[in-house]
């Protein structure tokens, strides 16, 4: 092929793989932004919805165990319609079933779609070396390009359709997205199929640096979908701004800072040769978002502008940007025959704050505003620090993991 063929193949799949988030996100996001609509149509509960929530969550985390499995390891594009089915297939059927546990059950479901992650962040690495953060951060910042959509458009839509014929619609749109992607992919964007697992399994879990990476996005992936349904809460109580004019700014902070990282990720990586450099420079973007997530939770604490605080929501969303720098180093860390499995093992540890960060989030929600941001903040110095204690380990490439 030639270059401008290669890139415009790379260029594809990057497309499809933000289409493929953003769509399904926008979809999902239906379930809370409708809640209400739901809850009066079915008779549900405060209690029932939130069970749903949580489900949603524990699916979020089992999602990178069922990845990790050999049958899912040997098969990336299989993989990849499966996150697709396990959030389309609940779409159509919620609708359908006015029962508050099998609703439960099909949020469980759509969460697995998280599943599809450490496959897209492999093609970002691998498609575009040079800019691997901002590629990874695109692609995931179909993650709230689809909340944002989600929650504007959808219940816009609903009530010219009703919430059922919206539901069918993002349905339709999540079919369509799938199909596109196990077709137009080809077999060269996927991960290699590694067949030997048990001992690529046994490499990625006995190196200090899988732990110890894996949870510098805890506090990063905890604030970021944990803040997003306190934020009407807190920009009430604090300020009297209404809830969605704050949502709103911090769910397009969110997009923005995706962007934003991976231009500084680049500067930072500029000039650098060696994976140890390429390493260094994307860990020290990460403590710098978390830095700057601690200046915008003190900024928005102390305050009493309306402004101000609007403002110190965009830095504070600077948090975003830790999960593009943390899944652009599986391409960097581990060997590329094993780095797609080791995305996996990495999103199992990180993705723990999936199983308390609905729990803990009920419990905040009681707090006052002040130790809402404390907690923030908190989490953030946590994420700094212990980033910047990876700096002193030995990348598993260094040490010939999956030997």
Known sequence: MSAREISAYRFKVLALDLLFMAINFSALTLFSSLKDVIRTDYGFSSTELEWAAIAYSMGIFFAFLIGHSRFFEERPRVTVLFAGSCATIPQLLIPLIPNALIVAALRFMQGLVMSSVP?????????????RTLAVGTILSGIFIGGL?????????????????????????????????VLLVPNEALPPVRREVKTADVGIWRRRFTWVWGFTFFSGLWIVFTLAPLIHFIAEKQLGIKGYVASTALESSYIA???????????????????RGTFR????????????????ATAALITKDPVIFLTSLFVVAAVQGTGP?????????????????AGY????????????????TLIISTLAVTGTWLVVIGLSVFGALLTLASLKLKLPIEEGAGS
């Open 281 to 296: 420079g994307i860990a020290v973007a990460q403590v710098i978002q978390y830095v700057l997530t601690v200046v915008g």
């Open 257 to 275: 800072w995706s962007f934003i990282v991976g231009i500084l990720a680049r500067h930072l990586c500029k000039g650098v040769a060696t994976r």
């Open 325 to 341: 720098t943390f899944w652009s180093i599986p391409t960097v860390a581990y060997p590329e025959e094993i780095a797609s499995r």
């Open 119 to 131: 496959i897209f962040s492999y093609q970002g690495g691998k498609f575009f070396p040079g800019f």
């Open 345 to 360: 093992a990495l999103g199992l540890i990180s993705n723990s704050a999936a199983l308390i960060g609905p729990a803990v």
């Open 149 to 181: 959509v989600g929650s504007t458009a959808g219940p816009y839509l609903a009530m010219i359709t009703g919430w059922r014929a919206t539901y069918l619609i993002f349905g339709v749109l999540m079919i369509v997205i799938a199909v596109l992607w």
